[in-house]
Nanobody, 123 residues
Framework: QVQLVESGGGLVQAGGSLRLSCAAS????????MAWFRQAPGKEREFVAG????????YYADSVKGRFTISKDNAKNMVYLQMNSLKPEDTAVYYC????????????????WGQGTQVTVSS
């Protein structure tokens, strides 16, 4: 049973930073891409950032490029999302996701999901 567990969410003021973590367990994640998605109230879930299995390639939504950084530690089966210069519009539930193969931006391509962690940015 694959399990993804996010942590690190919380309340932060605009301009602040948060670091989200995603712990993966239940199988060997060789050749699995990882990604972060988010869903704001009343909106559809959207891609935020993705990273290839080896961590050699990363991908970002335009809205977070230059502010967020995705990284991973394969030895620990961990994925991270460092979020800087946070804005109120970054408020959402953030989800960790995994899929076999290359990282993509389409949520339908991801097989495994965490339960989400709430990030709230106050103005």
């Amino acid at each position: 049973q694959v399990q993804l567990v996010e942590s690190g969410g919380g309340l932060v003021q605009a301009g602040g930073s948060l670091r989200l973590s995603c712990a993966a367990s239940g199988r060997t994640f060789s050749n699995y891409a990882m990604a972060w998605f988010r869903q704001a109230p009343g909106k559809e879930r959207e891609f935020v950032a993705g990273i290839t299995w080896r961590g050699t390639n990363t991908y970002y939504a335009d809205s977070v490029k230059g502010r967020f950084t995705i990284s991973k530690d394969n030895a620990k089966n961990m994925v991270y999302l460092q979020m800087n210069s946070l804005k109120p519009e970054d408020t959402a539930v953030y989800y960790c996701a995994s899929r076999f193969g290359v990282a993509t931006t389409a949520e339908t391509n991801y097989n495994y999901w965490g339960q989400g962690t709430q990030v709230t940015v106050s103005s």
